[in-house]
């Protein structure tokens, strides 16, 4: 009834119509990916306390088979996984005698030691490190699986995954005749992992303020600029450029400023009392060009160099020349977006 409502509205040429069909047809989608998105977390929830229940109920096969059945549905290297495989690897250690390994484990094992043992690169370490996977993914308590994924995982550079695979293979074989050769390692990948992870933030900081200062400059030319002094003193009138015939405030100045790319022009005017051309290039958040200031008597021009700042908000530019001759003792120049 709804839709017909809507298709009669449509056929009438109502453009309301047509935004409420598509908006009903988003929210009809949405709600269908939530119902599935529920009702798998309600199938998990449903598998693993059914396996509980097995569990303390002595039924211990049939709790490994919920558990290992679970683990296919979640996702790789989550808290999930992570908290099922020791608790799979807990169960195992009670069932007597030990589950057999599923044929398709041993064969993925066999694959992906083939692989490491010819690898030539990055790229066949991956495809061992995906073999390995599948083998603890079918066989979550297989001792081998762990410390194979682990050794590859180290070349690949996935310190905190290896780390995390050596520790299951020690939950699986804590007696093992090589146990203290893999807490040492675990221990040397821990710090590097600390390392990797330090570097990445330091890259993630770097990119952020690279996209910041890509968002600043894209920003400059926007809005109407204003010489500071005459702001704190005009406010808001400060940016409106004097009439030809003269300003309607005393000592009134103008802003032009453009910027495009790594360069920056900002011409700085007085109602009949002089000018000041900036030009330079921008390098981070900071300038560097030369100034040309032209005062009365007109004939006189001068260059000299400058430096100078744009604020990390871009709402300030400040510049401090070698030298100045106008506005009298003026030190540096401050320029706000008025508007």
């Given at each position: 009834?709804f839709?017909?409502?809507?298709n009669a509205?449509?056929?009438?040429?109502k453009q309301?119509?047509?935004v409420?069909?598509?908006y009903?047809?988003f929210?009809?989608?949405?709600?269908?990916i939530?119902?599935?998105a529920?009702n798998l977390?309600?199938?998990?929830?449903d598998?693993?306390?059914?396996?509980?229940?097995a569990e303390?109920a002595?039924?211990?096969?049939e709790?490994?088979?919920e558990?290992?059945s679970?683990l296919?549905?979640?996702?790789?290297?989550?808290?999930?996984?992570r908290r099922?495989?020791?608790?799979?690897i807990?169960?195992?250690?009670?069932?007597q005698p030990?589950?057999?390994?599923?044929?398709?484990a041993?064969?993925?094992?066999g694959r992906g030691?083939?692989?490491?043992e010819i690898?030539k690169?990055p790229e066949d370490?991956?495809?061992?490190l995906?073999?390995?996977?599948?083998?603890?993914r079918?066989?979550?308590w297989?001792?081998?699986?762990y410390?194979?994924?682990g050794?590859v995982?180290e070349k690949v550079?996935?310190?905190s995954?290896?780390v995390h695979?050596?520790?299951l293979?020690l939950?699986?074989?804590?007696?093992a005749?090589?146990?203290?050769?893999v807490r040492?390692?675990m221990?040397?990948?821990?710090?590097?992992?600390?390392r990797?992870?330090?570097?990445?933030?330091?890259?993630e900081?770097?990119?952020?303020?690279r996209?910041?200062?890509?968002?600043?400059?894209k920003?400059?030319?926007?809005?109407?600029?204003?010489?500071?002094?005459?702001?704190?003193q005009f406010?808001?009138?400060?940016?409106?450029?004097p009439?030809?015939s003269?300003?309607d405030?005393?000592?009134?100045?103008w802003?032009?400023?453009?910027?495009?790319?790594?360069?920056i022009t900002i011409?700085?005017?007085?109602?009949?009392?002089?000018m000041a051309?900036?030009?330079?290039?921008?390098?981070?958040l900071k300038?560097?060009?030369?100034?040309?200031?032209?005062?009365?008597?007109?004939?006189?021009?001068?260059v000299?160099?400058?430096?100078?700042?744009?604020?990390?908000d871009?709402?300030?530019?400040t510049?401090?020349?070698?030298?100045?001759?106008?506005?009298g003792?003026?030190?540096?120049?401050?320029?706000?977006r008025?508007k």
């Amino acid at each position: 009834m709804f839709l017909q409502g809507l298709n009669a509205l449509q056929a009438s040429g109502k453009q309301e119509a047509i935004v409420i069909k598509k908006y009903f047809s988003f929210l009809m989608t949405f709600i269908l990916i939530l119902f599935v998105a529920l009702n798998l977390s309600a199938n998990s929830t449903d598998k693993e306390a059914r396996a509980r229940q097995a569990e303390q109920a002595g039924k211990l096969q049939e709790a490994l088979a919920e558990y290992v059945s679970l683990l296919q549905s979640v996702t790789a290297g989550s808290a999930t996984d992570r908290r099922l495989r020791e608790k799979i690897i807990k169960l195992v250690k009670r069932i007597q005698p030990p589950p057999p390994v599923p044929e398709g484990a041993i064969r993925h094992i066999g694959r992906g030691q083939a692989v490491s043992e010819i690898a030539k690169g990055p790229e066949d370490y991956i495809r061992a490190l995906a073999e390995f996977e599948k083998a603890v993914r079918l066989a979550p308590w297989l001792a081998d699986g762990y410390y194979n994924l682990g050794m590859v995982q180290e070349k690949v550079g996935r310190f905190s995954d290896a780390v995390h695979s050596f520790k299951l293979y020690l939950l699986v074989a804590p007696s093992a005749t090589n146990a203290r050769e893999v807490r040492t390692r675990m221990y040397g990948l821990e710090y590097k992992a600390g390392r990797q992870r330090a570097a990445i933030r330091v890259k993630e900081e770097e990119e952020e303020k690279r996209a910041q200062i890509r968002r600043v400059k894209k920003s400059l030319s926007s809005g109407i600029w204003c010489l500071k002094e005459m702001y704190d003193q005009f406010s808001s009138e400060c940016y409106l450029r004097p009439r030809a015939s003269g300003g309607d405030l005393p000592n009134m100045s103008w802003v032009r400023l453009l910027a495009s790319g790594d360069r920056i022009t900002i011409r700085l005017q007085w109602d009949n009392s002089g000018m000041a051309l900036f030009d330079g290039k921008i390098k981070g958040l900071k300038l560097v060009g030369t100034q040309e200031i032209a005062c009365c008597p007109r004939d006189y021009i001068a260059v000299f160099p400058f430096t100078g700042r744009i604020s990390s908000d871009g709402k300030t530019i400040t510049i401090r020349p070698t030298r100045t001759r106008l506005l009298g003792k003026i030190k540096e120049y401050v320029f706000i977006r008025a508007k």
